[in-house]
């Protein structure tokens, strides 16, 4: 009885299909969109770039992403991306208190010439 479970077990590690890895071009399209979305979240600045895309890179090329969790990291990628869509579009423009009145001071001083 022991060796016909020994049996099913060994049956059921043979059944399992060998993981499917993504393709290069698949990893840079990755990597492009991971610098894109960390952009517009401003957790990259042009000022401040440093190594993070590097090190990242390095990250995900030891850890060996599937295919599948590759997906969901897209999958992630494209939800911030949305939100930070939505975000942009509910922010006030981009003059900041100081900016507005002193143009608001410029059209005061052009009316009363």
């Known amino acids: 009885m022991c060796y016909e479970i020994w049996q099913a077990s060994q049956q059921d590690k043979k059944e399992e299909a060998p993981a499917e890895y993504p393709l290069h071009k698949e990893m840079q399209l ?37 295919q599948i969790e590759l997906n969901m990291l897209r999958g992630i990628l494209r939800s911030v991306d949305e939100t930070a869509a939505r975000a942009e579009q509910t922010l006030p423009t981009d003059n900041t208190p100081a900016e507005s009145s002193h143009q608001q001071n410029n059209q005061d001083n052009g009316a009363k010439s």
């Open 30 to 66: 990755f990597y492009e969109h991971l610098e894109s979305a960390l952009r517009k979240t401003r957790f990259i600045i042009p000022q401040h770039e440093g190594k993070v895309m590097k090190k990242l890179i390095r990250y995900f090329n030891r850890s060996r992403p599937e």
